[in-house]
């Protein structure tokens, strides 16, 4: 009898001691396979000539979410009215993407009209302004193809906006952008003009463009729409009547002093802007999941390459060999931007939300070809789909309507 008691006390224990055992997330080696970024844009582009035989053997290593009940799926969300996916193709220009697109389902929420803006217009505009700074600075200032959310704003206020129809960037029957060539060329020419000190800021920006203008074409100074004829400002002004200025930055990191403008410290902000909007992460979190609930939307960017970051999917999550849930805080999320494995590498629209078992999803709207390596005609063809947790560790900042982040505004010293 003592025997089988004794039996039946070591099968419930070991029985309770199985069932307490955490169930970790699973991990994988994944190799390399081409996906939409090789298949369609470098086809379209020509852009590179070199064998995929080595970059197919290639493994890296990444969390497992075959087993995991996932929500990817649109139809799952509650989602602002926002323009279709479009492709930013082979260059660096996701910063104009992202907010541009928040910028259009502004439109629709302010004005109740459907806009498509022009990115290769901002961009352009952009590395002539990048251009002038690097003369100005004799050399001193970033010339690259990133930047930050809050340059379309600069942008648009100097330069104006015109739609996608009247200028698309692209020539000679290209479907995909890229930029390589053309940055290369203006790169070399600027770094002759540095070699030489040749600080002629009119001949400078001329040739910048020269150079453009060969590649993207040139950018209109009328058009028509809608049977009247528009300027870039006439259009913004009149047209689309968004004002910039209504546009703030919103910025969660420790290295700065919470409730203040701070400078954003990364490559990106070339112009050294501090107009940023630093809260604590709580604070930050909140906007989000609230500004979303409201029907604001916002351009977000942070880091995607992570280890639970999947292109297979399109989910964003953070692996729990990465960094337990509970552990996510100002000071793990600091850290990471510190030894720089969060990096300021990618601009996304967040435009929808999901809510189950506690937990916050959000739809994201991207311009990258990671999230097209899927059937293009499926409806998530172009989405991401972030865990709250993923925002929280590895997204550093947003753009958003002033009137979203109201209270909060009120908070800050200057």
């Known amino acids: 009898m003592k025997k089988l008691i004794f039996l039946n006390l070591l099968l419930f224990v070991s029985a309770s001691w199985l069932h307490a055992q955490p169930k970790y997330d699973k991990a994988k080696f994944s190799e390399y396979k081409p996906g939409f970024y090789q298949n369609f844009i470098l086809k379209d582009v020509n852009a590179v000539n070199e064998s995929l035989e080595k970059k197919e053997m290639d493994k890296h290593f990444e969390m497992d979410h075959s087993e995991l009940a996932l929500p990817n799926k649109i139809n799952l969300y509650k989602t602002q009215w926002h323009t279709p996916v479009i492709s930013q193709g082979n260059g660096g220009s996701c910063w104009a993407y992202s907010t541009l697109s928040m910028y259009e389902t502004e439109v629709k929420r302010l004005q109740n009209k459907e806009v498509k803006l022009s990115e290769p217009y901002v961009v352009y505009w952009e590395y002539v302004e990048k ?51 053309m940055f290369n060329e203006m790169t070399g020419f600027l770094q002759s003009v540095k070699n030489q000190n040749l600080w002629n800021e009119k001949f400078v920006l001329e040739t910048i463009q020269d150079i453009m203008n060969k590649h993207i074409g040139v950018p209109p100074t009328k058009f028509n729409v809608d049977g009247k004829e528009y300027s870039p400002k006439t259009y913004l002004t009149d047209f689309v009547k968004i004002n910039p200025a209504d546009y703030v930055e919103i910025l969660s990191y420790k290295q700065e002093p919470y409730w203040k403008q701070v400078e954003y410290k990364v ?59 509970a552990y996510i805080n100002e000071n793990s999320r600091q850290f990471r931007f510190s030894n720089e494995t969060t990096t300021d590498d990618h601009g996304m629209h967040l435009v929808g939300y999901y809510e189950k078992d506690g937990v916050t999803w959000f739809l994201i709207k991207d311009s990258s070809s990671g999230s097209r390596n899927i059937d293009q005609n499926l409806p998530e063809f172009g989405y991401y789909f972030f865990h709250e947790d993923y925002i929280k560790l590895k997204m550093m900042g947003f753009t958003i309507h002033k009137d979203a982040v109201k209270e909060i505004l009120k908070k800050f010293t200057k």
């Open 131 to 181: 251009a002038r700074g690097f003369v100005q600075t004799r050399g001193q200032s970033l010339f690259s193809q990133g930047s930050e959310g809050n340059a379309v704003a600069r942008i648009l206020k100097q330069y104006g906006v015109v739609p996608l129809s009247v200028y698309t960037g692209l020539l000679n029957g290209r479907k995909y952008h890229s930029h390589e060539a």
């Open 267 to 325: 490559p990106d902000n070339w112009w050294h802007s501090a107009d940023y909007y630093n809260v604590p992460l709580n604070e930050f979190m909140e906007i989000v999941k609230t500004a979303i609930k409201n029907g604001y939307t916002m351009s977000i960017g942070g880091d995607v390459s992570e280890a639970g970051f999947s292109r297979e999917t399109n989910v964003a999550l953070i692996a729990d060999f990465d960094i337990p849930s």
